[in-house]
């Protein structure tokens, strides 16, 4: 399978407690990006690497998440102190940036379904 | 800020029949805008990318069009099927801060009729 990983396909966890999401994005693509999507909404934007350099985040995301790509390859999201509005898709998305932006297309993973009890 | 709107929210036709959905973004500076589709729970497919300088893309039974200096596109589908039946999201790729931004419409849910 060549394209965007993410693992777990599904969470379910108890308020308070800390997760992790992992995704393995297209081999060298040098850009990683997290979105969160809720029932009914697009989804949006939390975060974004370039490489290995976390370049952007959203004011979505709180002191409660924090996101790494530590060798410019696989990334994590983790959310601590969960909370039910942490509810949510999460979504990986990577894209090769080596030409014009025009030229720049995102490929999404099949997402963390995430659930806080 | 980028604000995407799509219309309508919700669509239902019966099999065979054309359709058309609707994207509207508020900023014209955009890099490209792309159709996605998504099925329940899941990811999103790709379905067609058009560049801010292009004015259609099209894929089997799928035109998309893209009206920049008015903030509009289109997603044409011919001959509608039921394996057509899914929710499709247009975003736009757009300059943010130092950086790059897709942002995403609430999305079209579509069921087609067998």
Redesign the interface.
Known sequence: DTGVSQDPRHKITKRGQNVTFRCDPISEHNRLYWYRQTLGQGPEFLTYFQNEAQLEKSRLLSDRFSAERPKGSFSTLEIQRTEQGDSAMYLCASSLASGPATNEKLFFGSGTQLSVL | KQE?TQIPAALSVPEGENLVLNCSFTDSAI??L?W?RQDP??????LL?I???QREQTSGRLNASLDKSSGRSTLYIAASQPGDSATY?C?V?A?????????????TQLTVLP
């Open positions: 995407v890099y490209n792309q996605f729970g899941k990811g999103l497919t790709s990318l560049q801010s300088s999201l975003a790729l300059p943010s801060g130092s950086a790059r931004q897709l942002t995403f419409g609430s999305g």
